[in-house]
DNA sequence: TTCCCAACGTA
DNA sequence: CGTACGTTGGGAAT
């Protein structure tokens, strides 16, 4: 019967690619829409027919995935294409919420909604027809509360709003200019929206599937660290006034609480030392010349370990299964990177060994190299800096450029893309100026953009909003630095979701994404091919994301067992 | 209860 | 010595 259905779909023109939405209602059905008419299909389970029609390769297109592809990969299918209204939103209009109602809104030109806290009250409801849309074009709450899923006539005619926003999106993207000089292609807007849409869903099966972690590794690790596994709250707080008393003893006076830092500051002073604060940086330079500051400093990073990193985070996030799982937002802040909760970004680099493979499988890990002046060079279309950018190493030769040694080369390059006004770096950036004179300008526009207000678009599009006539000068180096890890994390999505597609055929997965830095986990035996995978992927995608320009972008590949071992 | 700060982990 | 994020604990404001 649903090979029937896709036959029908296919007769009716949906192929690869072409733009399907989906209503899904739980143990009822579904509706889809389509550029050339809608459907109901009844099914105890309509997460079957998505899969009959996986085969087609339409272009999934929802809301968003956090909330409607959710129960398609708990099922476990792992569709190719999407199109995720609430990333396109977020890209497009620079949205920092990907709902219903904000996202048909800023489609609309409308103003945004009020978020909805869960339930409805009488007042919203005032001045709706009962139809899905309000007489101000805006999205009816009652449809947004769930009426659409009550029969499968109302999910038919959400799904159709979807289509008709996901060509609204569709026009939008095709209008805004093309920061490429290359002809005959899809705008780049565009190619950035298929892959915002699939990180989205990327995010959701990160979420679901985890990062395999092997539990008797880091039990191993807390407890030389932090000590025994307290067995109940009283124990544990004996064990943690024992591990304060190595530091408390080593300092006269009465007993203070470490984890104040006020207090921490009066009991230094107790030995001789005034600081303006108590961060460790500035304790290090005195840790060799008093046991004290020593043991404070020994005991800090072992209370960041059993505070954050410790026997209940292990329990809170480690499932039966030994997979960390944390929620996932696949462009979160101004900049769009993506963000992910549990611990999953901010690992300590000493607890990566228990980042383990499972039996038959290893680890790979591919790192870009130098990515965020690349980007630079890419970007803002300097001639001279994109030289630079076909080497492995491009700062030795904007070290031979400036005339200066390669560490003051990539300082000067840091500080000029995250706005450094002050330092060592000050000479050098005069050279900067000279030597790349495009790329200081671009940044330069973007500061400007910043400081004045306004509103500017990272070279794939998404909307840095402006902040209107109350711009801080905070602003002005936050657009300078979004332009470029704003633009890094949309080449680094579009490559991570090509990966992911690849890795279908090897069965292998993407376990973590670190702003840079992707972890496959793969069969042992095909360790080599997902290596060469990550570089050939790379490559074809730059080839679109910056084509006509000289600059390459490198990967540096590991595999190993352990997180750690793959470096 | 909510919010901000200090501190520190990652890139 | 610059940006972005998440997490924890403490303390002030509510």
Redesign the pocket.
């Known amino acids: 019967m649903t090979r029937g259905l896709a036959d029908e779909l296919a007769a009716q023109g949906v192929q690869r690619g072409t733009p399907l939405a989906l209503a899904l209602v739980p143990r009822r059905g579904l509706a889809l829409a389509w550029a050339g008419g809608v459907r109901q299909v009844e099914a105890a389970d309509p997460v079957e027919v998505v899969r009959a029609l996986s085969d087609l390769e339409p272009r999934w297109t929802w809301w968003a995935a956090g909330t409607d592809a959710r129960p398609l990969v708990a099922a476990g299918l792992r569709l190719r294409a999407c199109w995720d209204l609430g990333a396109v939103g977020r890209l497009l209009h620079g949205l920092r919420r990907d709902d219903a109602a904000a996202v048909w809104a800023a489609g609309h030109g409308l103003p945004e909604p009020a978020q909805t806290r869960g339930g409805l009250d009488l007042l919203d409801l005032a001045g709706e027809d009962g139809g899905p849309l309000r007489t101000d074009g805006q999205l009816s709450r009652e449809w947004l509360g769930g009426r659409w899923s009550d029969d499968l006539v109302s999910a038919q005619v959400w799904a159709g709003l979807m289509l008709d926003l996901q060509s609204r999106q569709a026009d939008a993207l095709d209008a805004l200019p093309d920061p490429r000089s290359v002809p005959r292609q899809p705008r780049l807007a565009v190619l950035t929206a298929l892959a915002e849409s699939a990180a989205a869903l990327l995010a959701v099966e990160l979420e679901q599937d985890g990062l395999p972690l092997d539990r008797d590794v880091l039990d191993a690790m807390l407890g030389a660290v932090v000590g025994e596994r307290p067995t109940h709250p009283a124990h544990e707080l004996a064990l943690r006034a024992a591990r304060d008393d190595e530091v408390l003893r080593l300092f006269p006076g009465e007993r203070v609480?470490l984890?104040?830092?006020?207090?921490?500051?009066e009991m230094l002073l107790r030995i001789g030392l005034d600081v303006p604060?108590?961060?460790?940086?500035r304790l290090e330079p005195h840790a060799a010349s008093s046991p004290a500051v020593a043991a404070l400093l020994a005991w800090?990073?072992a209370e960041?370990i059993a505070?954050?990193y410790g026997y209940?985070?292990l329990d809170r996030n480690v499932a039966d299964d030994g997979r960390l799982r944390?929620a996932w937002?696949a462009a979160?802040?101004?900049?769009g990177?993506m963000?992910?909760?549990?611990?999953l970004?901010?690992?300590?680099?000493?607890l990566r060994p228990a980042v383990r493979a499972e039996p038959g499988r290893v680890l790979v890990r591919g790192d870009l190299g130098q990515v965020e002046p690349r980007v630079l060079a890419a970007v803002s279309g300097d001639a001279g800096l994109a030289r630079a950018a076909r080497e492995d190493d491009m700062y030795a030769p904007v070290a031979a450029q400036l005339g200066c040694d390669r560490p003051t080369a990539k300082v000067a390059v840091?500080?000029a893309m995250?706005?450094?006004?002050?330092?060592?770096?000050g000479e050098a950036l005069k050279d900067m100026d000279r030597s790349f004179p495009t790329a200081m300008a671009y940044l330069r526009d973007a500061e400007d953009a910043g400081l004045r207000g306004v509103d500017l678009r990272t070279y794939g599009g998404r909307l840095l909003p402006g902040v209107g006539e109350e711009a801080t000068h905070?602003h002005g180096?936050?657009f300078r630095?979004?332009v470029i890890?704003g633009a890094a994390a949309e080449l680094f999505k579009a490559w991570a979701v090509t990966v992911r597609s690849e890795l279908a055929a090897i069965d292998g997965q993407i376990v973590l994404c670190?702003?840079?830095?992707l972890l496959l986990q793969v069969p042992a035996e095909h360790a080599d091919r997902a290596g060469a995978l990550l570089a050939s992927t790379l490559e074809a995608t730059a080839g679109w994301w910056a084509a006509g320009s000289p600059v390459r972008f490198v990967v540096e590949v590991g595999t190993g067992e352990s997180w750690a071992q793959a470096h």
């Open positions: 609480d984890r104040n830092p006020l207090l921490v500051r604060d108590t961060r460790s940086w800090r990073k960041r505070t954050t209940a985070w944390g937002n979160d802040g101004g900049a990177r963000t992910a909760q549990a611990g970004h901010n690992l300590p680099t000493e840091l500080a995250y706005g450094q006004t002050s330092g060592v770096a905070g180096r936050y630095n979004a890890q670190l702003h840079d830095e």
